[in-house]
């Protein structure tokens, strides 16, 4: 016989309403947020969204949507699997975006009610025969913006926890037709059995390229200026839904915003961008603010990196008594195969005024830019840091807009390397207080190393991480991949994205 009684109810709490900030909006839609502070156990839970106007669609990447009413003013959004358990003291947070028809600011309420059983009211709680109870807080329990890709000191960590990134290039399914436009609904099967398979081979992360030289994304005016991430507002959706699907996998993405390692801009959209900073800024207020708030928090979004070799772009003959814009010493380096373009000054404002954006938005993002050699990116060798923080303030005036680890692609030129190169260095030879990552490698050209090799000495060569070129083109690159997957030395590679 027990010694106490115990009574197990179940209650159902309801929170009182709140009011729902907008966070950004632009015509077409907006995003907004909302908190509630937990003040009791809850093990499911209900958020009722209320608009004074009507939205055509709104997507919460913590939550279900499981029903609209009222012809779009009223949502009701269920909990996921995974975050059903909220305990007092935390925050439980809403972020959503919306798209309406025309610029349209309506005001938000929010419920929540949640069921909170079961609980004691007399006596300890105690299993039946047979029965386990299950932890109140069991591992790995999600909480909002705790399981995220981060830095210390000179490698990653990804929920606090060292982690070497291994994977790959995907990537593109189409080359900039992929995002946006209700693209993405012809590539996401392509693209999730991609993840699939680096999932299984071991990896844990991803580099993706998205606008690329503005083919479909973002929409442009016919004067230059952004209008928002895509015409037919299913850019954001696309992208949440990559991210879902790295979360299902546990892979990491990190999108590649544009490309100058090829010159097909012929409608000048990204030359726009690069050239007028007025232009640049109606990007970063029409798409790339709304982009990167809609994606905050989720714990899928490894890193943003800005551009794909603005070398192939770069005029190597410009003369400037700042090292940092000077290019004369690049004459015979290979810079502008893609056409003499672009000085530095233009391409560093270019990148500083979109890393300060991202980190406006949330400045625990990271960023990166994909340099083609790392003698671009060093100051070893006789060579000029173009890409340091003191460079790209210089250029864009923002001291927040800096790159927060290196990432050096490493190719042969007559299978040789060069003496910069990652695959003759060992991380600790460039002197760098910030974490580098091989971003682009293959045996195409690489100095006669085949593919297991080359992950095996990024690996073992102190760097933080290593994306090989590409595994939809290349699947062999797979077999790199899994060749490393359980080494530890210089960090563990499986992650669990929750």
Not at 232 to 247: A, S, Y
Not at 426 to 440: C, Q, T
Request: overall charge negative; some cysteine.
């Amino acid at each position: 016989m027990r010694s106490c009684l115990v009574f197990v109810l179940f209650w159902f709490s309801v929170w009182a309403d709140i009011d729902i900030p907008i966070t950004n909006h632009w015509n077409g839609g907006f995003q907004g947020e909302g908190c509630f502070e937990i003040t009791q156990e809850l093990h499911s839970w209900t958020v009722t969204l209320t608009f004074d106007q009507p939205v055509t669609s709104l997507n919460a990447w913590t939550a279900e949507l499981a029903e609209s009413k009222d012809g779009g003013k009223v949502f009701v959004l269920h909990n996921k699997e995974w975050n059903k358990d909220e305990h007092v003291g935390d925050k439980l947070c809403i972020s959503f975006q919306a798209s309406t028809t025309g610029d349209v600011q309506p005001k938000i309420t929010a419920s929540l009610s949640g069921d909170s059983g079961p609980v004691t009211t007399s006596g300890p709680l105690t299993a039946a025969p047979g029965q386990t109870l299950k932890p109140t807080n069991p591992p790995g329990t999600f909480t909002p913006g705790a399981a995220r890709l981060a830095i210390n000191g000179t490698f990653f960590t990804y929920d606090n926890k060292r982690v070497f990134l291994s994977g790959a290039n995907l990537p593109w399914i189409s080359y900039a037709y992929d995002f946006g436009e209700g693209q993405f609904q012809y590539r996401k099967a392509q693209l999730e059995n991609q993840l699939k398979l680096l999932h299984e081979a071991g990896g844990n992360s991803i580099r993706l390229w998205i606008h690329i030289q503005g083919e479909t994304t973002p929409a442009f005016e016919s004067s230059g200026m952004v209008l928002g991430l895509d015409t037919k507002g299913t850019f954001i959706n696309d992208f949440i839904d990559l991210l879902n699907l790295g979360q299902k996998y546990d892979i990491l993405i990190t999108p590649c915003l544009w490309n100058a390692a090829v010159n097909q801009d012929t409608h000048n959209r990204l030359d726009g961008l690069i050239k007028d900073p007025v232009k640049l800024q109606s990007y970063i207020d029409k798409a790339l603010i709304p982009w990167a708030t809609a994606v905050k928090g989720h714990p899928a979004l490894g890193s943003w990196d800005i551009m794909n070799e603005p070398e192939g772009m770069l005029n190597p003959e410009v003369s400037n008594p700042d090292p940092c814009f000077d290019t004369t010493a690049l004459r015979n380096s290979g810079a502008g195969w893609a056409g003499k373009k672009y000085n530095y000054e233009e391409f560093l404002r270019f990148l500083n005024w979109q890393a300060a954006a991202i980190k406006k938005v949330d400045p625990t993002y990271l960023v990166s830019v994909g340099v083609s050699n790392p003698r671009f990116n060093t100051d070893k060798y006789g060579n000029v840091d173009h890409y340091s923080d003191s460079c790209l303030v210089k250029a864009g005036g923002k001291p927040e807009g800096v790159m927060d680890f290196y990432q050096f692609h490493s190719y042969s030129w007559q299978n040789k390397f060069s003496q910069e190169a990652a695959f003759t260095n060992s991380f600790s030879d460039y002197g760098v207080s910030k974490p580098i990552l091989v971003g682009e490698f293959w045996t195409q050209d690489g100095g006669g190393m085949t593919i297991t090799q080359m992950f095996d000495y990024v690996y073992n060569h102190g760097y933080a991480g290593a994306w090989s070129w590409d595994v939809v083109g290349h699947p062999d690159q797979r077999t790199g991949v899994s060749h490393i997957k359980d080494l530890t030395s210089n960090g563990p590679i499986p992650i669990n994205i929750h």
